[in-house]
């Protein structure tokens, strides 16, 4: 029988976020940070980056309780979840561009993920910046070195271009 595989995961302690993992503790600078990072370990483990559906069902928190809860604190339940799907849905941007990011530094220095994120997570310490913010930086650079379009095809409307109209 094999062992189940290590976990990897993201805490917050008094120090601020850390990714713990068999490979031990790394000290991250935001949860973006650290969501990319624990993603990339976890690839490194062969772990899902997913968590499954038990995983998220038992964060959202118990179900029982009374059935018919105080209005004042359902209304406090709503305001707070939809605090939490904000800065979800702002995490999730950041985490996009973040790993957008580490996809065009891997291939623009020819290293892996991972040592890609550490070069852009070393550049944002060293400059005092939020990886989030640098990654950012690395994806506007891109509209400034991508190639103009080639004028010599002339773009056809789609309509057009599979017959019907």
């Not at 029988?1 to 290590?6: E, S």
């Given at each position: 029988?094999?062992?189940?595989?290590?976990a990897v995961a993201l805490t917050r302690t008094p120090a601020?976020?850390?990714?713990?993992?068999?490979?031990?503790?790394?000290v991250v600078g935001d949860v973006v940070e650290g969501m990319s990072l624990a993603d990339l370990i976890a690839?490194?483990?062969?772990?899902?980056?997913?968590?499954?559906?038990?995983?998220?069902?038992s964060a959202r928190g118990a179900v029982d309780g009374p059935a018919a809860?105080?209005?004042?604190?359902?209304?406090?339940?709503?305001?707070?979840?939809?605090?939490?799907?904000a800065q979800l849905e702002?995490?999730?941007?950041a985490r996009?561009?973040?790993?957008?990011?580490?996809?065009?530094?891997a291939e623009r220095l020819g290293v892996s993920a991972r040592a890609a994120f550490e070069t852009m997570r070393r550049d944002a310490r060293s400059s005092g910046r939020p990886v989030a913010e640098l990654a950012r930086t690395v994806l506007d650079?891109?509209?400034?070195?991508?190639?103009?379009?080639?004028?010599?095809?002339?773009?056809?409307?789609?309509?057009?271009?599979?017959?019907?109209?």
């Open positions: 029988m094999t062992a189940p595989p290590a601020g976020w850390v990714v713990r993992s068999a490979a031990g503790d790394d690839e490194e483990f062969g772990l899902l980056p997913e968590p499954d559906r038990s995983a998220r069902r809860p105080v209005v004042d604190e359902a209304t406090l339940r709503i305001a707070a979840l939809e605090r939490t799907v702002h995490a999730l941007a996009v561009a973040t790993e957008r990011a580490i996809g065009v530094l650079g891109l509209a400034v070195d991508a190639p103009a379009p080639a004028a010599a095809e002339p773009v056809v409307p789609l309509a057009a271009a599979d017959g019907r109209s």
